[in-house]
């Protein structure tokens, strides 16, 4: 009796079941009413006295051990038909929700990405600003009438501290800190106080451009604002400079760019004149250059500004200019794809 014991425990340490039927086949073996455990513990009756100490432990031994080892069995069973059957590990647990890039990040993204790879780095700075980097240091003398062309909001009781009106404030920072070669862009929000319509608002976004360096021409200006324009609408698009002011670059100029809907024949986008106004720009006067402590006889540079805002209205054709602050899902979902 006890040599059947010893061999039965050996068995039952080796049970494999390489599913439920069989896991729980082997229950039926050893274990159930008719299975050869309990046929054991029925011959019990049978062993000699003073025997029936030893093969009494004997036999719950082998008895636990089969309950312990087929209940392990069936466990490992029943995990391994939930993953078969039930789960797919490949699958992605939910769905996951992905928000959408704003359509001004996109286009910021865009220009910003061109200008890169001219060689320009990336500057920000503050959006409230004091008074200098804004404006005195870009050539607005204190009474000059171009600070009304910005309608500049003050924080009340500090006059010097502002909403800066143009990204022209991060071209100063990094002047004040940086000697030629400069040549960065800055794009950023500013503020203007504008009553909000559909073609104005009391913020908007820029991107400016700033490159300072030896025998900087207008000619590279010309050449790089090119190369933006065609890199963004298109290679077929034209650009023509026409003469402007602005108080921190002379000469000064505004771009157009060839319409980006008719290519120029004339269409409604363009009211009949086959050109879309994008840009400012110039070459830096020397007075910003000298008060920003850049020696204007050895250096010289050019800049530019545009409004993102307007870009993104060229490409997406956004008629009402609230819908890039106002956050309707609706409107930012247009953007999925482009993402
Ligand atoms: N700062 C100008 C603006 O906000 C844009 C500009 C930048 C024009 C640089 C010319 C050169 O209107």
Not at 75 to 82: D, H, I, K, L, V
Not at 211 to 226: E, G, I, P
Not at 266 to 289: F, N, Q, R, Y
Request: net charge negative; with cysteine; glycine share 6%.
């Amino acid at each position: 009796m006890l040599d059947k014991i010893k061999q039965m425990l050996d068995e039952v340490n080796a049970l494999q079941a390489a599913n439920m039927e069989e896991a729980e086949a082997l229950r039926i073996k050893y274990l159930s009413k008719k299975g050869e455990i309990t046929a054991l513990m029925a011959d019990f009756r049978n062993v000699p006295a003073e025997l029936k100490k030893e093969v009494g432990m004997r036999i719950n031994e082998l008895k636990n051990l089969a309950t312990e080892r087929i209940n392990q069995l069936k466990a490992a069973a029943a995990c391994q038909e939930t993953v078969a059957d039930d789960i797919d590990l490949t699958r992605t647990p939910y769905p996951i929700h992905l928000g959408t890039r704003h359509p001004l990040t996109l286009v910021k993204n865009e220009i910003v990405d061109i200008f890169s790879r001219l060689g320009f780095t990336l500057a920000e700075g503050p959006e409230v600003e004091d008074d200098w980097h804004v404006y005195s240091s870009m050539n607005f003398a204190d009474d000059h009438p171009a600070r009304d062309m910005q309608d500049t909001f003050f924080v009340e009781a500090h006059p010097d501290i502002i909403l800066r009106s143009h990204t022209s404030s991060v071209q100063a920072r990094v002047m004040e800190k940086q000697q030629p070669p400069i040549r960065v862009i800055c794009p950023g929000r500013v503020y203007r106080n504008e009553a909000v319509s559909a073609r104005a608002h009391c913020f908007f976004h820029q991107v400016e451009g700033l490159y300072v360096d030896k025998n900087v021409s207008f000619k590279d200006l010309k050449q790089v604002l090119l190369l933006f324009a065609q890199e963004m609408f298109g290679p077929d698009t034209q650009i023509r400079l026409r003469p402007s002011f602005f108080p921190f670059t002379e000469p000064s100029a505004e771009m157009d760019v060839s319409c980006t809907i008719c290519g120029g024949k004339g269409c409604s986008m363009c009211k009949g004149s086959g050109w879309l106004e994008i840009l400012g720009c110039g070459m830096v006067d020397p007075a910003v250059l000298e008060a920003n402590g850049i020696d204007s006889s050895v250096y010289s540079g050019y800049a530019f500004g545009m409004g993102i805002e307007r870009i993104a209205n060229l490409k997406y054709q956004v008629k009402d200019l609230r819908m890039f602050s106002e956050n309707d899902v609706r409107f930012l979902e247009e953007f999925t794809a482009a993402n």
